[in-house]
Structure formats: structure tokens, C-alpha cells
């Protein structure tokens, strides 16, 4: 019997899937990669404050999805209709510190400032980042450290291609932070492409019929379409059953931008946790079943 030579085996042997990893650009952003090469994400982290462009440019870390070959964002960042919303972000309008108020949304008397990764795990399937934020007064004032984790995995079946769970844990160290504002103005959300403001092609739908979300609240999820040149995206943003009570979705904007907010005090020296899950695929929008069980998979493994 003729046996194969040690090349011939390795060329006839299944190619493994390579993984995923992370590459940090100092003082830009942080690249989450699939198989070394094809971004996923991006985490934009460049600050600075040098002038009142570069500011308006840097003021707010946010994070980019990218379509299914990695070519481009299918996100929104600086720039654009309303310049403030960006990729998945943070934020409410009415902040106050201890009775102060500032402007965490529109980032008017404060900023948010990448500080450093604190830990970095990549497997085959996955990649988790956390990263340090410190969102701080335009005198310098720290008000909420943030420890923002993201998780981004492969995600398959009826055009879904990634999903990213974002865990923030924010803690209030030197007073009371009252996070405030409104569903259109506040909250974990989401901002897809420039490119949707002008052909106004986000549609939504909700759990059940009759939703109105404008007046209901604690929603579990909403998901939406938009068409970014010939091609058809989704997005489904699902809350944590633990985000405080009050969860109002915005969930109409023929341009895209959705996501939740609620209001709450985190008090002197505590934590609050928040808990998302945004699945992003091609295509046309899938059927409201699709979307629920995405939504009890991740809901059932929640506290």
C-alpha cells in the first residue's frame, strides 16, 4: 500500500476555522477580527480635545458593526444627520451629578474617554473586550466609570451573521448620577449608515401586534431593516429582563437609529449593570417567530 507523504496528509486533512482577534490602533479605535483578517467591529476610541472639530469628532466611544465580508461599516459614525449618534452607544441628555446636570447623549458639558483595555479573551467562535471609560465633566471630573464588555460572536441562520452582547457595569464614584432623558435621547443605542437617513428605509417590528412604542414599555425586543446601497440588513436590539423598569423603546425613525432607555439613580460609590444583545444579519427582515426565540435564548440566560 502506497502511503501518503507528511505534505500530501497535511493538504488532505479538513482546513481548521481559524478564530478571532483583537488589534489595538493606539489613540484610535480597536479591531475585532474574524479569522485575522475580516473585522467584524470596530471600537472607536481616539480622543482628542485639541481643538472644537477634533473634539466634536472624539467625544464619545462607540463601537461599528461591519457587513458580512468586513468591507465596511453598516453603522454610522461622526458626521452626518445628527453627528451624536453613532454605531452602538450610551448616553442620556439629562444627566445629573449630584443635582447638576449635564449631557451624556448630545455630549454637551461632558465626555467619554477610553482609557485602556482591561481584559481580552478570543476564541474559534468569539471575541470579549472590556474596556475602561470614564465619562467625566469638561473640568475633568470623573462622574461615571464605566466598565463596558462586548462580546461579539458568529451568529447563523435566516440571514444573521453576528451578534454582540453588551455588558456595562457604571459606577458613580464620587456622587449621585441620575441617568435621564428620553426615548429619543437616551439609553443603549443602536445607528445604522448615513446612507439610511437619505433613503428612509428603516421599517420595525415588535413583538406582537398593535404595539405602540411611544406609550408601551419593558418591551423585550424590537427589530428593524434598512437597505444600504442594493443590499438589505437587520438588527435586533433585545434588553436584558434586569434593566430597570420603565424600559421605553425608540423604535420609529425612518432613519434607523432605536434602541431603549429608562430612568435611575445610581447612588454614591454603587454599580449598576446593564445588559444587551443586538444581532445584526442580511437580508430580509426574518418573521416575528425568529426573532422571539433569538430573544428567549438570550432573556432565559440572564439573571
Not at 124 to 146: C, I, N, P, R, Y
Not at 191 to 198: D, T
Not at 237 to 254: L, V
Request: aromatic share 10%.
Amino acid at each position: 500500500m502506497k502511503l501518503l507523504s507528511p505534505i500530501l496528509l497535511v493538504l488532505a486533512a479538513p482546513l481548521a476555522l481559524a478564530g478571532f482577534s483583537i488589534e489595538e490602533t493606539p489613540g484610535k479605535h480597536i479591531d475585532v477580527l474574524d479569522s485575522d483578517t475580516r473585522p467584524v467591529a470596530r471600537i472607536m476610541t481616539a480622543y482628542d480635545p485639541s481643538s472644537k472639530e477634533s473634539r466634536l469628532e472624539t467625544y464619545k466611544v462607540y463601537t461599528h458593526v461591519f457587513d458580512k465580508e468586513g468591507k465596511e461599516p453598516i453603522t454610522k459614525g461622526a458626521g452626518g444627520d445628527y453627528t451624536h449618534h453613532r454605531g452602538i452607544f450610551l448616553g442620556w441628555s439629562k444627566t445629573k451629578i449630584d443635582g447638576k446636570g449635564v449631557d451624556s447623549w448630545h455630549m454637551k458639558g461632558c465626555v467619554q474617554v477610553y482609557q485602556k483595555i482591561l481584559a481580552e479573551e478570543t476564541s474559534e467562535d468569539s471575541a470579549k473586550l472590556t474596556v475602561l471609560v470614564h465619562w467625566q465633566t469638561d473640568d475633568g471630573q470623573v462622574f461615571l466609570e464605566e466598565k463596558r464588555t462586548q462580546v461579539f460572536s458568529r451568529t447563523e441562520g435566516d440571514g444573521a451573521y453576528l451578534q454582540v452582547d453588551v455588558h456595562s457595569e457604571l459606577t458613580a464614584p464620587v456622587a449621585d448620577v441620575e441617568l435621564n432623558g428620553d426615548p429619543e435621547h437616551a439609553g443603549c443605542q443602536f445607528r445604522p449608515s448615513q446612507a439610511v437617513a437619505k433613503n428612509k428605509s428603516a421599517k420595525y417590528l415588535f413583538h406582537e401586534d398593535g404595539i405602540n412604542p411611544k406609550k408601551d414599555k419593558d418591551l423585550p425586543w424590537v427589530a428593524e431593516s434598512f437597505q444600504i446601497g442594493d443590499k438589505k440588513f437587520f438588527a435586533q436590539h433585545i434588553s436584558a429582563p434586569s434593566i430597570p423598569s420603565g424600559n421605553t423603546y425608540s423604535a420609529y425613525r425612518d432613519y434607523g437609529r432605536f434602541g431603549a432607555y429608562f430612568v435611575h439613580t445610581i447612588k454614591k460609590g454603587e454599580t449598576l449593570s446593564l445588559d444587551y444583545r443586538i444581532t445584526v444579519g442580511e437580508g430580509e427582515l426574518p418573521g416575528r417567530g425568529v426573532f422571539a426565540k433569538l430573544s428567549e435564548r438570550y432573556r432565559s440566560t440572564q439573571p
